[in-house]
């Protein structure tokens, strides 16, 4: 269930709800949601008009609003989708008789690459945490996993000790939407785990029990702000000065499997991605790279 808010339309937290039961969206999806809906419905009470009384002439103005205010066109899309779900959620179940957002047009997109490094920037960043310490021991295992699997850093962290499968070399991830899918750790990883358990996650835990793969010094989950922290900070330590995101070594994953010849569909099983044209983003970045190798390595490049 999502967390009522004061004044809140028994309507919208309805929608919520049906976005957490029935459409198995991620705790951060709905909240998003949430956000969008509250900024727009706090825009329209300087006109007294209630989300129920919308009408497409509004939600242009809001985003023109919006615009004036330098938001950005990848926000404008994420706004207009949580409408379009939203008033399609009113319609279906009688509350309006009309969708206002349905003769709006999505805006147009550009494709973003995103942020990744070179196998180089990959070995020098893995290369930074003290293994000599617990703590660093477990920051290079958590970073040999991410660049091992691609996962997300959502999933990393809330890995358990029974999604290891050692022997079989597998780890049970669940995904957005509670999807499982099994990914394989690829030797190296695995045996950065071996060490991990042995040494690392015992000095750690010390007297404490839980069953979190990668526990804090505190016997705690980590959480997702706390590893993008240590993520940046190796990154300085290894002179690493690219934009990075949480998902950094997550498009290094799958940059650098399609440029040693893995299949598309291959890599999306392993992303997780729900539908190929997420994953195909990817191949704009291979090809970049490889024409970036032609360039430097061919006598007429």
């Known amino acids: ?65 919006r615009m004036r205010e330098g938001r950005k066109v ?11 779900r939203f008033y399609r959620y009113l319609y279906r179940e009688d509350i309006r008789d009309s969708d206002p957002t349905a003769q709006i047009e999505s805006p147009r997109l550009g494709r973003t690459l995103p942020a990744s490094l070179t196998e180089i920037e990959v070995e020098d960043l893995l290369a930074q945490p003290d293994i000599k310490q617990a703590l660093g021991l477990r920051d290079r295992t958590m970073l040999e996993v991410l660049y ?14 029974e999604h290891l499968n050692v022997r079989q070399g597998l780890i049970r991830c669940i995904g957005k939407g509670n999807k499982e899918r099994l990914v394989p750790i690829g030797e ?35 959480t997702r702000q706390a590893f993008w922290y240590l993520i940046k900070r190796y990154a300085k330590q290894a002179d690493i000065n690219k934009e990075l995101s949480p998902h950094t070594l997550r498009h290094a994953f799958a940059t650098h499997l399609l440029n040693h010849g893995a299949d598309l569909r291959v890599v999306q099983l392993l992303l997780g991605h729900a539908d190929l044209s997420t994953t195909q983003i990817y191949t704009h970045v291979a090809k970049q790279r490889l024409k970036t190798m032609h360039a430097a390595h061919h006598p007429r490049g």
Request: proline share 2%; hydrophobic share 45%; aromatic share 8%.
């Open 1 to 65: 269930m999502t967390k009522s808010t004061i004044n809140q339309p028994r309507y919208l937290q309805a929608f919520l709800d049906s976005l957490w039961l029935e459409s198995g969206l991620s705790k951060n999806t709905v909240e998003a949601y949430q956000r969008d809906l509250l900024a727009f419905s706090a825009w329209l009470r300087q006109f007294d008009i209630d989300l129920i009384e919308v009408s497409r002439e509004h939600i242009q103005r809001y985003q023109n609003a």
């Open 74 to 84: 990848r926000s404008d899309a994420r706004l207009l989708s949580s409408l379009r």
């Open 148 to 161: 091992a699997t691609g996962l997300r850093v959502s999933e990393l962290v809330t890995l358990k000790v």
């Open 188 to 222: 190296i990883a695995l045996q950065w785990l071996d060490d991990y358990l042995i040494d690392a996650r015992p000095a750690l835990l010390k007297a404490m029990v839980t069953d979190d793969l990668f526990p804090t010094n505190r016997g705690k989950a980590m």
